[in-house]
């Protein structure tokens, strides 16, 4: 024992130089890969600014976002040993999305999510097998499985609706939307995706691992057990393997003939009828890979769905002349009474509507930021190239407040057929995206987004508890309003409509 102290007590200096060269060693590098960009001059040392990201992520990318104004629209800083690139400018964000291959971006959906999500993920994918998992993705999104989607979303959002209303006493207490509208989301992902497939035991494990996975992702990535992010891995690894074990199922169901009623029937039909034909089994479609693009699906519409529904009933609450339009629609082309579901056809007649749907994602994006990894040194600009390494983050949400007529203002009309803002600045409107790997469900998340403006605005009377920054942006992970959206229900019809699926 006397030894071992001496000769710790010889090495510290050795150890303590050691670990000073190291320290300098890492400004170094941060200031070298920072160049002449704005950012911090000091970074602290090993974990960068992540005790500031995940304190108050918030405040961490207004300052970001600020920081790189709008020339040269990109600012640095620096989190877990990993050199980060904020992307203020849209073009510059273009420059990322339309350059996902494995010698420039690639795209990760998450800081550390390649070990976070597992390795069967559509967002990990390049080339040749990207392009064919979309393929096989195409039956999900033809105008009869949207159709059947949407009725299944009707029933799911209707339950909810009645809960909300008769749990809390008809308007006389309020109610924190946030942890409501969530579970309504989770349900009409289970149902929509793999409805047959999960009993009740598999969906309350399926929720719990889910809230697993939502917590580490807000989290410090050490992944050991009893921390956030570990647990979360873990919850995610369980996830896949239940969405593998609802794809065999499915298969063996369409391989006998039986008729699609969820998502990934669709899926697996297609998946038959090309076995069938004498062709090998598509490239990627085992159960256990198709589990884990499953839940690429849940974790895109969940909380995208969640951010969105929210700011829509916040911002219907704060635009009087605009909520007004739309139940004015909505009971022109739905009349509640008739106790049948929303059609495709009528959900397309409500355009106003879905103006207000399209312009609560330009004006809250749900995922402000899409994180890419740099595989090579990428020239991003003629003065600034990307170092190999580095997690870039282009800025959605900078981008929706570009180019548009008074962004700053919400205005559902800007999407009208007249003014065609969605077209005119295309490019600005990156809620879902562009290039490669574009979301492919952008039409069954909008439908699900007018659906609910639609019922809940029809169906129920609603008054927001204003307080002081309740509008202030929080993120869990995607977006939300500060007080989780606070509101007085109240039913508004004389009967809530009869919906069934006969």
């Not at 024992?1 to 050691?18: E, G, H, R, V």
């Not at 057990?225 to 647990?231: C, S």
């Not at 600034?384 to 390494?389: A, D, F, I, L």
């Not at 562009?434 to 492919?440: A, I, K, M, R, Y």
């Amino acid at each position: 024992m006397i030894f071992s102290a001496s000769m710790f007590a010889s090495l510290a200096p050795y150890i303590a130089s050691a670990l000073l060269l190291f320290l300098l060693l890492e400004q170094l590098s941060y200031l070298i890969k920072k160049r002449n960009l704005p950012g911090p001059l000091f970074v602290p040392p090993l974990i960068g600014n992540a005790v500031a990201l995940v304190r108050d992520p918030t405040s961490f990318w207004y300052k970001q976002s600020k920081t790189a104004g709008n020339s040269p629209g990109l600012s640095a800083n620096y989190l877990v040993g990993r050199f980060i690139l904020y992307i203020r400018d849209t073009e510059l964000s273009h420059q990322v999305f339309s350059n996902v291959r494995p010698d420039a971006f690639h795209l990760v959906g998450h800081p550390f999510g390649k070990k976070l999500f597992g390795d069967h993920n559509l967002i990990y994918m390049f080339g040749e097998d990207h392009k064919s998992v979309r393929r096989q993705l195409a039956p999900n999104f033809t105008p009869k499985a949207l159709s059947t989607y949407t009725s299944l979303q009707q029933l799911v959002i209707l339950r909810h609706l009645r809960r909300w209303e008769e749990t809390f006493s008809g308007g006389t207490r309020p109610v924190v939307l946030r942890n409501l509208v969530r579970e309504l989301n989770l349900e009409t992902s289970q149902t929509v995706f793999v409805g047959p497939y999960l009993d009740k035991e598999a969906r309350d494990r399926f929720r719990k691992d889910y809230n697993l996975f939502n917590l580490g992702s807000m989290a410090l990535p050490v992944d050991l057990p009893g921390f956030a992010f570990g647990e979360a891995r873990r919850a995610v690894a369980r996830l896949a393997e239940t969405l593998a074990v609802c794809a065999g199922k499915s298969k063996a169901r369409m391989a006998a003939g039986e008729e699609p009623t969820c998502l990934i029937d669709f899926w697996m039909q297609a998946f038959v009828a090309e076995v069938n034909s004498g062709n090998p089994p598509p490239p990627h479609s085992g159960d256990e890979e198709i589990g884990g693009f499953l839940f690429d699906f849940l974790f895109a519409a969940q909380d995208a769905s969640t951010s969105s529904l929210l700011w829509a009933v916040a911002l219907l609450d704060s635009e009087p002349e605009v909520l007004r339009r739309v139940r004015e629609e909505v009971v022109r082309i739905w009349p509640h009474e008739s106790d049948a579901l929303i059609t495709v056809e009528q959900l397309a007649e409500m355009k106003y509507t879905r103006s207000v749907a399209r312009e609560v994602v330009r004006f809250r994006p749900p995922a402000t930021m899409v994180p890419h990894v740099a595989a090579e040194d990428f020239p991003l600009t003629e003065s600034y190239t990307v170092p190999r390494g580095t997690i870039v983050f282009p800025s959605v949400y900078d981008s929706s407040f570009q180019g548009f007529t008074e962004p700053d203002r919400f205005d559902p009309d800007r999407f009208s057929e007249i003014r065609r803002e969605d077209q005119v600045f295309k490019r600005n409107f990156l809620a879902f995206g562009w290039g490669p790997h574009q979301c492919v469900g952008q039409r069954y998340a909008l439908n699900h987004l007018v659906l609910f403006i639609a019922m809940f605005s029809s169906l129920l009377d609603f008054e927001r508890v204003r307080s002081d920054g309740c509008d202030e942006i929080v993120y869990c992970p995607t977006i939300s309003p500060k007080d989780g959206c606070t509101v007085f229900l109240s039913r508004r019809v004389a009967a809530y409509p009869d919906l069934s699926l006969n």
